[in-house]
């Protein structure tokens, strides 16, 4: 499946990266042999525990800073982990976390992991539906939260078994609540965080498991429907390591700020890997403005951004005036949706610094994308390349190799190597859906150039076929972005009688820009001019915001829906 791209060939860095890689190194560097057990909480934690360097630095919406050290991280998870345990959990059982970034939470994570249990992250920006969903499907047995989220846990899983009597709703007494500063009227028959860990003394056995068991269920994002409950092996650690070390050129010595959320896979991934590796986090328990963004890397030196083009889409409408380089910021990287090249090259000018786009996805890990740690030619728009110790290929339906340039099923080898993914929770049929013999494939649509790169198409559902062209949206948003009105696009396809589709473009505008017919045209101008004239967006519709999912992806379908119930002009 692979070929002799002349940019790999011709670039030794990027030789010297595959010929020189070995999992059995990473499983080293980990503290693993090649087939025995391990202990993860060890690996990330437990190894770094008698060191007094910085391990988390958390960042409150007044400005209050709070530094602790890998010595207190590790003692305090070990305290709740005894707590945990005197909770009657055990190896197997799911501890659910709603929290928001900050202390607690990754104190809750690395405790369910000593025990052998897995861990369930929910976001904080869901509310009772989302929060029913996924700890009743992935049968959580005990709920860590926090009181300024409290109200959304549904009263169906409340522990006062009184108050739902009195109230007339079923309750679920199986489902434990620990609360972080819970309010006496809020959280009535919570227990609290704090008192449990500060009334433990350390637990120091951790259990030992298999590289192959369940670690952590994340579920999917819900761009494309129902979220799916993602089981995720121990090995997740292992699997994620080349992208650490190449993509986001992580180091030990590193002050680290991942914005994203551990409530989702890139967050839950950046924060145990860099823990992992020794380095600093940087966690803001709140959403900074793109202000407080530049102030928050100059006061703590981030080294290394780890974020989202929703971040940084929001920092290029600043404005160039506004939006000095940091002075200590050596490494961007950028995941959950594709990196528009307009992105790419206003950061270049205006920091002299290159986003690396990279691409993950649940089912996959995170194994393509562009090289932080390793010289290359950056094509904007483009994924990237494979990272060392993943074989990634374009399949067609029935799981043959397509031709180059051809547009096909993205799909990862497996690899027990490799291994993040295992199957979707208690959902045999579905993941069934997602194999391709030793190919795994989850709908993303691509192609692979004459170089090796890898470019996004959009995902299957989001194809739109127009007068017998087979149309992806995303180089079309990327046209319409080239307008200095467009702060953000989205096209969906439309049906229509005589050509089957049109393309439909849903538009954000900067401040200052106001929609009008004129601007409509003007749009339409600038596909034409840049794409060509059968992929020119019909109609454009101006909106206030796009429908996004938490972890900010398009979720493309509401769209679809919305262009399908509007009338043609």
């Known amino acids: 499946m692979s070929h002799n791209h002349a940019p790999i060939r011709d670039n030794p860095a990027i030789q010297d990266a595959y010929q020189h890689f ?5 499983r080293r560097q980990l503290g693993w042999t090649d087939s025995g057990p391990v202990q993860l909480f060890e690996s990330i934690v437990g190894r770094h525990a008698g060191r007094d360097k910085a391990a988390l630095v958390v960042i409150e919406p007044d400005g209050t800073t709070v530094r602790y050290s890998y010595a207190q991280l590790a003692q305090d998870a070990r305290k709740f982990a005894h707590a945990l345990k005197q909770l009657g959990i055990q190896q197997g059982d799911r501890v659910a976390g709603l929290m928001p970034r900050g202390y607690p939470v990754v104190v809750t994570i690395l405790a369910t992991l000593q025990l052998g249990a897995i861990y369930v992250p929910i976001f904080t920006g869901f509310r009772a539906d989302a929060i029913q969903y996924r700890l009743e499907r992935s049968e959580a047995k005990l709920l860590v939260t926090d009181a300024s989220v409290r109200e959304y846990v549904p009263a169906y899983f409340s522990t006062t078994m009184q108050a739902n009597m009195s109230a007339n709703i079923p309750a679920r007494p199986s489902l434990k609540i620990v609360t972080v500063n819970p309010s006496v009227d809020a959280c009535q028959g919570d227990l609290s965080f704090w008192d449990l860990l500060l ?10 498991t298999s590289r192959e068991d369940v670690a952590v269920i994340i579920f999917t994002s819900g761009s494309t429907g129902q979220p799916k409950g993602g089981a995720v092996a121990v090995n997740f650690l292992a699997s994620v390591w080349p992208y650490l070390r190449y993509g986001a050129n992580l180091r030990e010595s590193d002050v680290f700020w991942p914005t994203g959320d551990p409530g989702w896979g890139y967050g839950f991934i950046c924060y145990l890997g860099a823990l992992a590796l020794g380095s600093t986090i940087v966690s803001a328990t709140f959403n900074p403005s793109s202000d407080q963004c530049i102030q928050i890397m100059d006061a703590h030196q981030v080294t290394n951004l780890a974020t989202t083009p929703t971040l940084l889409r929001s920092l290029m409408a600043a404005g160039r005036e506004s939006l000095a380089r940091p002075p200590c910021l050596r490494s961007i990287s950028s995941c959950g949706e594709p990196l528009n090249g307009e992105v790419v090259d206003f950061f270049q000018k205006q920091w002299g610094l290159t986003p690396m786009d ?4 649940t089912e996959l890990s995170l194994p393509v994308g562009n090289f932080n740690a390793v010289p290359m030619t950056v094509f904007p728009g483009s994924m990237g390349l494979p990272f060392p110790g993943f074989e990634m290929a374009i399949l067609s339906e029935d799981g043959s190799a397509v031709e180059l340039g051809e547009t096909g099923l993205l799909a990862k080898k497996w690899s027990k190597d490799a291994l993040y993914w295992l199957h979707y929770w208690n959902d045999p049929e579905t993941t069934a859906e997602v194999r391709r013999g030793d190919w795994i494939v989850t709908g993303d ?6 170089n090796g790169y890898f470019w996004f198409k959009g995902r299957q559902g989001d194809m739109i076929k127009s007068a017998g062209y087979r149309i992806g949206p995303f180089e079309v948003e990327s046209a319409l972005l080239k307008h ?6 989205a096209v969906v396809g439309k049906g229509d009688a005589i050509k089957g589709q049109i393309l439909k473009a849903f538009v954000v505008l900067r401040p200052g ?3 009008s017919g004129e601007l409509v045209q003007a749009l339409q101008s600038v596909v034409k001019e840049t794409l060509g004239r059968h992929l020119y ?4 519709e101006f909106v206030e915001r796009m429908p996004k999912t938490e972890t900010g992806k398009i979720q493309r379908f509401i769209l679809r829906e919305s262009a399908s119930s509007s009338k043609n002009p």
Do not use: N
């Open 22 to 26: 070995a999992w059995d190194d990473v």
């Open 199 to 208: 009334a433990q003394t350390p637990l120091v056995e951790s259990v030992s």
């Open 537 to 540: 967006p019909k109609e454009i």
């Open 445 to 450: 649509l691509a192609y692979q150039d004459e």
């Open 484 to 489: 200095p009105a467009v702060a953000e696009a």
């Open 358 to 361: 990279h691409f993950g996805a």
């Open 513 to 515: 820009y106001s929609g």
